[in-house]
């Protein structure tokens, strides 16, 4: 091994321990980890340099001190476990933590080896890693990934975990828990108005005012948004959820100085029970919620305990929340156009789009069940941004296809006149589009005008500069007064007068009420703003309103809304027929209904059941089913059916594979062509109702 002659060779042992003593003697001292060496007792021998930096002691300190006196006294059992088990000649490594000699402390990975001499072991190296780098980062994640960045409040997942413990510790010690959950009222289109900076300064406040306000033994949690979350442990009695509901609604109501801003927020509240409203978490969280839409649906900043009675129709309410944030994505909405029709050759002079939503289960959802669910719920502005986008698209489309140009109107809610950036989107749109300024119109409420009136009022200007028209909808519902009216002059270019006083309109009592919406007609006209009588549905009221010079109707008389591909059908014809009477007003009826999703026209085979009363026996005849909704039907045939004398009609045909048999009262007729009559159906109800399959709807 050694070739060089000259040098003495040493006994080979002598020159491996002379070599072996040096390697571990710098092994030893230059070792980047603490090192030290503990005798059979236990007791430190030996540190090394990187001991006394670390730990902040002289060596001559530690030296004969057993280690257990740096580690921490929970860990001393499994380290004298373990060391025993190193005395036995086996390699271990324990997590521990070593003790600074100003307090603090390192986490450490000890690794203990047997130092062995002639085969015995003598004693044990110790080796501690310092991890405490790993182990702040470890415990920086874990604080992140329970707290919510913002108000450094514990964050959902956090909660979650904290209410499934406490439902454990409930069912052992027998007690009751509570579940807050609040949602701020209104802070969506606060935030929205004031920025999000402010909107999180304002958010963080909020959330130190409610940790102020709730007892010790209280978990408060922000599940994101603007919604918290309160866990009170171990109830004393029924009051106390209560009792704290008041306290932080109280609390909230003093002002919070944001910026130079005095700001007022009020809080809704829901509150469920544990084990009383539900047996595990996923319940009690649920129930605490729909307890939450109670108390916003009774005016918000209030609170609501849940109650079996809270459910029903509030649960419908969760549930379409839920659906309602999807909807947009889902193409589940869709808008109906509802003719404007000029009356002196009643032709189509404009449409109003009006929303609808497909609900995959409930069906056609209109539009005053989910619009103010979408303001609260924040996504309506998304939603308007849908419906302005669509109607512009829809109309350039008709325009292309050689239809008479006509304006669109689309409703927009006050809100979208304060959000930033509204008239840049609506320019956008338009140029997206390619659709021309003045066939867009919107459409506002009075109480839009309320909100903030010299915002609302330059807005209107731009909007009017821009070229887009405004209407005034619903006039006359509101806070109305005709005083008032006088300041929009020149910003709004026509008025809606609400279907309360078309209602009223006729020739026999009533002179007050016509008097009324004659008046506001003259008024209208006088400030140069046109007018369009909403939801005319008689002739009567259409000749009244032809007396007053109100020449524009918006009505069932004409047409209810209707999806766009029966909007063109209505355009292709010259003039609109005004059908008046419960004959048309129920075929519209049967439009309005959810409508059987199949391929039309169904071939059927009609018979008549009943004619005068009594049972008829005829031959069956062949119609053609141009659409089946859940309340009816409309059949197209050959036959003229006189349904003064006939009263029950039988359909037998085949939908989907499935034979089915419908039993059904004729409701109006008209000839479309000569010798061939369109007749509206209503089933019967009772046992001969038709067998459809309910989600085949929309
Ligand atoms: P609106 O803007 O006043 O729309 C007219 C409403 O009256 C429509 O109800 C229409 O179907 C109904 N109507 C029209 N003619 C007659 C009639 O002769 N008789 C009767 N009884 N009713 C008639 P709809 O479609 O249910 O809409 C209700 C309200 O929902 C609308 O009132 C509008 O304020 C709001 N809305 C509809 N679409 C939207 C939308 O896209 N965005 C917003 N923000 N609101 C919308
Ligand atoms: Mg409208
Ligand atoms: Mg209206």
Not at 19 to 27: C, G, N, Q
Not at 147 to 176: A, G, M, W
Not at 533 to 540: D, F, K, P, S
């Amino acid at each position: 091994m050694y070739s060089n002659k000259n040098r003495t060779i040493q006994p080979s042992y002598k020159s491996n321990q002379y070599h072996s003593d040096l390697f571990y003697r710098s092994l030893f001292e230059f070792n980047p980890d603490t090192v030290f060496f503990l005798d059979r007792e236990g007791v430190i021998a030996q540190v090394n340099r990187v001991f006394s930096e670390k730990l902040g002691y002289e060596t001559n300190d530690v030296i004969l001190q057993p280690l257990e006196t740096f580690l921490p006294e929970k860990d001393g059992e499994l380290y004298q476990e373990v060391f025993k088990q190193v005395l036995k000649d086996q390699f271990k490594r324990i997590h521990t933590k070593l003790f600074h000699k100003n307090g603090s402390y390192i986490y450490i990975w000890l690794s203990l080896i047997p130092a062995k001499n002639d085969g015995r072991v003598v004693g044990v190296f110790a080796q501690a890693q310092d991890i405490t780098k790993e182990k702040q980062a470890d415990r920086l994640n874990e604080h992140l990934a329970y707290h919510d960045s913002l108000t450094d409040l514990p964050n959902r997942r956090y909660f979650e975990t904290r209410l499934k413990e406490e439902i454990i510790t409930c069912n052992v010690k027998n007690q009751k828990l509570a579940v807050l959950y609040l949602d701020l009222d209104r802070f969506k289109y606060m935030n929205d108005t004031m920025g999000h900076t402010l909107g999180d300064v304002f958010l963080k406040k909020i959330s130190d005012r409610l940790s102020e306000c709730i007892y010790d033994k209280c978990f408060l949690a922000r599940m994101g948004g603007d919604e918290f979350s309160i866990l009170v442990p171990n109830l004393k009695n029924d009051k106390e959820p209560g009792e704290i509901s008041e306290r932080i609604i109280e609390s909230l109501a003093r002002p919070f100085i944001v910026d130079e801003y005095e700001l007022y927020i009020t809080t809704s509240i829901g509150v469920s029970v544990f084990p009383s409203d539900g047996e595990d978490m996923d319940t009690v969280l649920k129930y605490a919620d729909v307890a939450l839409y109670k108390a916003k649906e009774m005016g918000k900043n209030t609170y609501h305990i849940y109650t079996t009675g809270t459910n029903n129709p509030t649960y419908k309410r969760f549930i379409l929340e839920n659906d309602l944030r999807s909807a947009v994505d889902d193409n589940q909405l869709e808008l109906y156009y509802q003719p404007k029709v000029c009356t002196e050759h009643n032709e189509i002079v404009g449409a109003e789009a009006l929303i609808r939503w497909n609900h995959p289960k409930w069906g056609l959802i209109p539009p005053n069940e989910f619009i103010p669910l979408a303001e609260e719920i924040g996504i309506i502005s998304k939603i308007e941004r849908w419906v302005l986008y669509t109607a512009c698209k829809q109309t350039k489309a008709w325009q292309d296809a050689n239809f008479p140009p006509i304006p669109v109107s689309v409703n927009l809610t006050a809100n979208r006149f304060l959000e930033k950036g509204f008239i840049q989107t609506i320019i956008k749109i338009l140029e997206e589009t390619n659709l021309e300024p003045h066939f867009l119109e919107i459409e506002i409420t009075e109480s839009s005008l309320l909100v903030n009136e010299n915002v609302v009022f330059s807005i209107l200007d731009d909007l009017r500069r821009i070229g887009i028209q405004i209407s005034l909808d619903d006039f006359g519902t509101g806070y109305s007064s005709l005083s008032y009216l006088k300041r929009f002059k020149g910003r709004i270019d026509t008025l809606k007068l609400d279907r309360s006083f078309i209602y009223d309109l006729s020739y026999e009592d009533s002179e007050d009420d016509n008097y009324i919406t004659k008046s506001i007609i003259n008024l209208a006209h006088h400030l140069k703003m046109a007018v369009v009588a909403e939801g005319v549905e008689t002739m009567e009221q259409l000749q009244i309103l032809n007396q007053f010079h109100c020449n524009t109707i918006q009505g069932y008389l004409f047409s209810k809304p209707v999806p766009a591909s029966e909007f063109m059908k209505l355009m292709s014809f010259d003039q609109l027929e005004a059908y008046s009477g419960k004959e048309e007003v129920d075929s519209s009826k049967l439009l309005e209904q959810r409508v059987y999703q199949i391929d039309y026209p169904i071939l059927a085979s009609m018979t008549i059941n009943r004619m005068n009363g009594s049972r008829a026996e005829m031959d069956s005849v062949e119609v053609l089913i141009d659409q089946i909704t859940d309340v009816g039907l409309r059949f197209i045939s050959k036959n003229r059916l006189d349904h003064d004398q006939i009263s029950v009609l039988k359909f037998n045909t085949e939908i989907l594979g499935e034979r089915v048999k419908i039993d059904g009262e004729i409701l109006w007729s008209r000839e479309v062509q000569p010798g061939i009559y369109h007749y509206g159906v209503e089933f019967q109800t009772g046992e001969h109702q038709p067998f459809i399959p309910f989600h085949l709807f929309y």
